[in-house]
């Protein structure tokens, strides 16, 4: 090998290496962070992009090559302007979400702009990409054989992810991309099987055999761990992907058998539908009440929708849920079964019904035509592993929010350029109008990247500082930990632990009015009727009755299952000696089916009694 060709080696890899930083966001935990599982991955993708703007920086001097940007580009770039505009248009500021989405806008380009510069770049980011998938099946049987910790006290595998839901997830969708991989391992005659006898007679592994050898140890991996987090929004991501890869694999062989038997294969074919019907009942009886109160939730996403056809923002989706599914219940129209399964989401287990709700219905219709593009050019492209990982993905996000989630932002971004990347203009001399589009393009996401790293410092250091002043609210420490709250205040806003966590601190307090303000601000971001609970607490000590009441009877219609706020209201008619009012609502905290018994329905129902026991000796026998 010539010295220009191991200098031109070298620096493809190290223009490579900010790339893979970006995709080993997935990796990232930062327990000096508050919530540092999540906000530690923000953080190192923050960092990484500044790399990656140098990275693509250098490449686009280093090689000078055009790149064709397409319709499909622009799509993107008005699809995503459009969720900045509505996020901006609500909020009214700058938040998390708000950064993030312009990130990976510029992320996407760069992908574009790099990988066109070099094709050989990518089958490296595609092989790093399924080693993540490796990484993290390897870190889920560690947590499920006892050898490392889970991220969640409540669930025992959740590789670096903070449940199972989102790792089972990632987890799908690298799964098709490996099995690509092991399908695609060839020898000079096309076999499989001799391929591996081969590499290992002649004791060296190619890299075309190594990555199959990955794809498989990869695949084997994935399927010992995923059974075990009970996932079945992934098992159906893992099959509707493996079947792309199957399917564009054996096509041929199968039609020209199919034609040859075809008895055999209509027998076979119902044989397997009736087998689908029977495993889709299956995985819905696993968890019955789970797929119900998903359907409660679809259905009121889709009531809210026309209510709000330019959309409520990005992050506001669990508060206009919750709004719209406590008008739901009050109503009356709800089954006890609905009532029984309701929760309060902060996300809507399907990602295209949030982004209607969120984004509003233009850019949902837009976000369509783009994944319909993207499929359709990775079908004709031949693209099959990117294709399948994202068809993986798609089903996916009909079931869960990956798209809530980093990582999967990271890796769907990825694929879409990669799936794009045979846009690049193949051995067509340098055209210096078209490099100076990509270099434009390059210093505008350069300029933006740094005003977002300039924006992110501040709060970077504010979820340090919130990760100690937690050991002050958790103490019950009040008077230091409100000033630590409120100096973190301006930068953490947005974010509804926070946001919670100081609104009861006031209450704690006895700064009622000031805890209602914060409170008030987080019930747009957040569904939980604990929030109107403690609102109501703090009108009731304030004498302010009405408001105390009806923030008592809004908790009661977001979640009709809890009999926490039916005690409240039972506590506050006793407190304004509406003797009737008692009875009827004790009647309900004695009478009505919790979602879960525990210790503390058995102790407001005690106390309930205790408390209206003069009143119910004057009630109805029953109440006696």
Avoid at 172 to 201: E, Q, R
Wanted: contains cysteine.
């Amino acid at each position: 090998m010539s010295i220009i060709s191991v200098k031109s080696a070298m620096t493809e890899i190290m223009l490579s290496v900010p790339f893979l930083l970006v995709l080993a966001t997935v990796f990232v935990i930062d327990n000096s962070l508050a919530r540092g599982v999540v906000s530690g991955k923000y953080f190192w993708f923050y960092g990484a992009m500044g790399l990656v703007s140098m990275a693509t920086a250098v490449s686009c001097m280093v090689y000078r090559k055009p790149v064709r940007f397409s319709i499909f580009d622009a799509l993107i770039a008005v699809f995503c302007l459009s969720g900045l505009g509505v996020t901006c248009y609500h909020t009214g500021g700058i938040t998390t979400k708000f950064i993030l989405l312009l990130l990976l806008l510029i992320l996407y380009f760069y992908f574009r702009i790099f990988l066109s510069q070099n094709k050989r770049n990518l089958p490296g980011l595609l092989l790093f990409f399924v080693l993540t998938g490796l990484v993290e099946a390897v870190w889920g049987l560690n947590q499920l054989y006892g050898f490392s910790f889970s991220q969640h006290h409540l669930f025992k595998t959740t590789g670096s992810f903070f449940n199972p839901g989102p790792y089972a997830g990632y987890l799908a969708v690298v799964f098709p991309m490996a099995l690509y991989y092991f399908l695609t391992i060839k020898s000079s005659k096309g076999d499989l099987v001799d391929a591996l006898n081969k590499n290992y007679a002649h004791g060296k592994v190619p890299f075309r055999g190594f990555r199959g050898y990955l794809g498989a140890i990869t695949c084997i991996a994935i399927a010992l761990i995923l059974p075990a987090t009970m996932s079945r929004a992934s098992w159906l991501a893992t099959i509707a992907g493996s079947g792309v890869v199957l399917y564009a694999r054996y096509v041929d062989r199968l039609k020209k058998q199919c034609q040859r038997y075809k008895k055999q294969a209509i027998m076979i074919g119902s044989a397997l539908a009736l087998f689908s019907v029977l495993a889709l009942a299956g995985v819905y009886y696993l968890k019955k009440d789970s797929a119900d109160g998903r359907a409660l939730m679809w259905k009121v996403a889709l009531k809210t929708i026309p209510k709000h056809p330019l959309g409520v923002g990005l992050g506001q989706f669990p508060g206009t849920y919750a709004t719209e599914q406590a008008l739901y219940f009050a109503s009356g129209e709800a089954s006890e079964q609905e009532e029984l399964v309701a929760g309060s989401p902060e996300y809507a287990f399907n990602e295209y019904l949030q982004m209607a709700v969120e984004w509003g219905i233009v850019p949902f219709l837009l976000f369509g035509i783009i994944i319909a593009g993207a499929l359709y050019r990775g079908y004709k492209r031949k693209q099959t592993a990117a294709t399948a990982s994202l068809v993986s993905l798609l089903v996916f996000a009909g079931m869960s929010y990956p798209f809530s989630v980093l990582p999967f932002l990271i890796i769907f971004v990825f694929l879409l350029s990669t799936i794009e990347n045979n846009s690049v203009i193949a051995g067509q001399a340098r055209n210096d109008r078209k490099w100076m589009t990509s270099v434009v393009m390059i210093l505008a996401g350069f300029l933006l990247t740094g005003l977002c790293l300039y924006n992110r410092y501040p709060t970077y250091n504010a979820y340090k500082k919130w990760n100690l002043a937690q050991v002050l609210y958790q103490t019950k420490s009040y008077e230091p930990a409100k000033k630590e709250y409120a100096a973190l205040y301006p930068y953490l806003n947005d974010q509804i632990n926070f946001m919670f966590e100081y609104g009861h601190l006031l209450s704690n307090s006895k700064e009622y009015e000031a805890g209602n303000e914060i409170l008030q601000q987080t019930v747009q971001i957040c569904g939980d009727p604990m929030l109107y609970n403690v609102m109501g607490k703090n009108c009731q000590a304030m004498q302010k009755y009405e408001q105390a009441e009806a923030c008592f009877i809004r908790a009661t219609q977001i979640i009709p299952n809890r009999l926490y706020p039916w005690y409240l209201l039972c506590k506050l008619y006793a407190e304004m000696e509406l003797p009737e009012k008692v009875q009827e609502t004790a009647a309900i905290v004695l009478t009505k089916e919790p979602k879960v018994q525990s210790p503390a329905v058995r102790e407001m129902r005690e106390e309930v009694i205790t408390l209206c026991h003069p009143v119910l000796d004057t009630g109805s026998p029953e109440h006696r």
